[in-house]
Nanobody, 125 residues
Framework: VQLQASGGGTVQAGGSLSLSCAAS????????MAWLRQAPGKEREFVTA????????YSADSVKGRFTISRDFAKNTLYLQMNSLKPDDTAVYYC???????????????????WGQGTEVTVSS
């Protein structure tokens, strides 16, 4: 399983960034994929997830209306469009995949099977 995240960087508050996560190997049999993040000194937290088959999305309240998760079957890629960024969004962002059978999508870290290496997002005030 390989998940390659990219697209992080530094942006001013109010700006936008787009993250990508290219999947290969067993990750191609995903039931769901997600983005989680870990801010300095904090635990990793759920950001948003998508059911790979239905496209239904789930988002944390803190990012609703600002972040959009999407996927491209042909490219086997997960995306995260982040708008109206805030300094509190500063974190390392990880993509994750669930390959074990499931009919639901969960927001807990342990529910996901494999993780990408993370890409750093810094939002300056």
């Amino acid at each position: 399983v390989q998940l390659q995240a990219s697209g992080g960087g530094t942006v001013q508050a109010g700006g936008s960034l787009s993250l990508s996560c290219a999947a290969s190997g067993r990750a191609l049999s995903a039931y769901a994929m997600a983005w989680l993040r870990q801010a300095p000194g904090k635990e990793r937290e759920f950001v948003t997830a998508i059911s790979w088959s239905s496209g239904r999305t789930y988002s944390a309240d803190s990012v609703k209306g600002r972040f959009t998760i999407s996927r491209d079957f042909a490219k086997n890629t997960l995306y995260l469009q982040m708008n109206s960024l805030k300094p509190d969004d500063t974190a390392v962002y990880y993509c994750a995949v669930r390959v074990r059978y499931t009919t639901v999508v969960a927001t807990t870290e342990g529910w996901y099977d494999y993780w990408g290496q993370g890409t750093e997002v810094t939002v300056s005030s």
